[in-house]
Structures are given as structure tokens and as C-alpha cells.
DNA sequence: CATATATCAGACATTTCTATCTGAATATTA
DNA sequence: TAATATTCAGATAGAAATGTCTGATATATG
């Protein structure tokens, strides 16, 4: 199988997104996010838990409790959490798997990967929380997918 | 983890430009390509019986058997390779985890990502083994990665 | 203060991917 | 034809990712 995010990530930006959508600054919980995206609530604590260590999300224990931005939505960019969750690894290994693939001694992909690389990274890197943030409040059907009102 | 494709699928790449480098019409065998490009020969041998159901190589048992390429060179494009390995879910499955994501009820990433993943598939669709093999001769930095003479 | 509700931490289970093992089938060569 | 070298097929093993369980800890609220 061929993807880009591992698993684990997809559900990190997905609740990201849902954690965003919200009223800001209040708490919600992962049965909500869980039931709601149909992401195993055990796991999908785990995956909250290393943003929150990563200082992109805050919680809180006991009733009323849950997972809020820890920041400004305008400070969050995807990478941030793609770091979080799979690392950067994908911004320097080889797409072949050649142990040893730097400009001086390239894979025959080397040229063409590094640019289509750098457009993914720059798309991560420039897109943020608060960007998709407005675009789901401006859109009936990215409510609807992320189970919103 | 993020990547594109899987390590089976990158031993499978790997396999085709060593063979590709090769005197056309000549069979290679796994012990050889294994212990140069340092790949469990086990897992090359089932790897590569998947390129030969898929028509990409032919096979030879006994003495002097081994893989070569079943068709020209030109008319192996490195998609057919990632096809027959990881298969091509990631042109069509949400970059997300979205279950259902279409251009009708697109996810946050959807008109981004297309583009990038467009741009991903032609340049696998464009690009051929013959390509690259063309690449390789002409160059002494990848002849030493994939350790030919 | 007692109770209920949440995250948190660590162990455990399951699934998928990667790797290995064994022997059968086939082709070359002497 | 015998011996050898190779792919091929199927079973098994190991590793990594995903998913589950149990109980501890913290917080809100009556």
C-alpha cells in the first residue's frame, strides 16, 4: 500500500480539524470526536495525547474536560502536526529506499521527487489551522463531513 | 511513518533499474541483484514473481536463468511497477482517511492535494524504465548506487 | 467531601507488513 | 541421464503499526 500519512496522523488532522471547527477555547472530549469520525476512541486519545505533548493542543481532566488548541489557530500549520505524529523523515529519505541519495550522489528519481517533496512541504507548511478553519465554516459540505451542525 | 510507497515496492523499483542497466535479453538472478542492492533474497524472489504475473518481467529457472525485462524498456513506465506492487489506491483514497471524498463532497485538502497528486502519477506515468536506464549509463554516480561495473 | 467524568500511562492483543524456511518444479550443463 | 542451479509455491516467523483494556490521576459539580 502506498500512502502518505500513516494511519495515525489522518485521524490527528481529521480531529484537528473537528477540535477547530469549534466554539474556540472550549473543550471537547474524545467520545465525541471518536463517535463522530468513527476513529477508535483508545487510539485516538493516544494520537492527542503527542499533540498535546508537542504543545498543539491543551487538556483538561475530569467533567467538561477534553482537548482544545493549545494555540492560535493562525499558528498551527499542518506540518506541525504531521511532525508530531509521522516526523520529518519523508522530507529526506529516499523515495527508491537507497540508504545513501543526497544531491552528490542521487537516485535516478532524486531531481524529480525533491521538487514534487518540496511543493508537498510547502503546501503543509503554508496551509494552517486557521485557513481550513475559515473554509469549513464556509462550506455546507465540509460542515457535513466532519460531522458538524 | 509517512512515505509513498512501500519498502516492497521500492526493492521492486530498484530490482528494475539494476536489471534494466543489464545487457538486454540477458537473466539476472536474485543472488546477484540481492547481494548488490542488499535486499533479503526471499523477499525479492516473491517480489518479483509479482512483476513476472504482471508481465513487466520474464522468468528462467535453472542455470543461466534469472529476470529480464518482458518488454521494451520504453513501454515500462515506473507506474506499472508501483501498480503492480502497492496498486493505485492513492490516486483515488482521501489524503485524509476521509472515507467518502470526492470532488462532490471534497475534504479540506482535496483541491490541494489533487493537483499534487496529479503531478505525482505523471510523473511515474511519463517516465520509463528505458528513461532512466538512459540515465544510468550516462552517469557514473548511478551506476556506482546501484552497483554495476 | 463524594461522585461522576474525563485524560493519562502502561500493558496487552490484533492485524498488516516484512522476512525466512522448506521443498517442489524446471532448465542447463557435463 | 545425473548433478546443479535457479525460480516458484506455500507455510511459518518476526516486526511494526494499529487497536484494546485496566486502572491511576485530576477536575467539576452537587
Known amino acids: 500500500m502506498s500512502l502518505i500519512f500513516s494511519r495515525q496522523c489522518e ?3 481529521q480531529a484537528m480539524l473537528y477540535i477547530s471547527a469549534q466554539e474556540p477555547g472550549k473543550f471537547t472530549n474524545i467520545n465525541e470526536i471518536s463517535e463522530r469520525l468513527d476513529i477508535p476512541m483508545p487510539f485516538l486519545g493516544k494520537t492527542l495525547q503527542l499533540l498535546v505533548q508537542d504543545r498543539i493542543l491543551s487538556s483538561l481532566k475530569g467533567p467538561r474536560g477534553g482537548f482544545k488548541l493549545a494555540k492560535d489557530p493562525s499558528e498551527i500549520a499542518l506540518f506541525h502536526v504531521v ?3 509521522d516526523g520529518t523523515d519523508f522530507l529526506t529519505s529516499c523515495v527508491l529506499g537507497f540508504p545513501e541519495c543526497s544531491t552528490k550522489t542521487p537516485c535516478p528519481m532524486h531531481q524529480e521527487w525533491g521538487g514534487l ?5 510547502q503546501m503543509l507548511a503554508n496551509k494552517t489551522i486557521a485557513d481550513i478553519s ?3 465554516t ?4 465540509l460542515r457535513t463531513k466532519l460531522k458538524l451542525g
Chains 1, 2 share one sequence.
Open 134 to 136: 475559515k473554509e469549513i
Open 11 to 13: 485521524y490527528a488532522l
Open 83 to 85: 511532525d508530531a505524529i
Open 117 to 121: 517533496r518540496d511543493r508537498v512541504f
Open 138 to 141: 464556509d462550506s455546507k459540505q
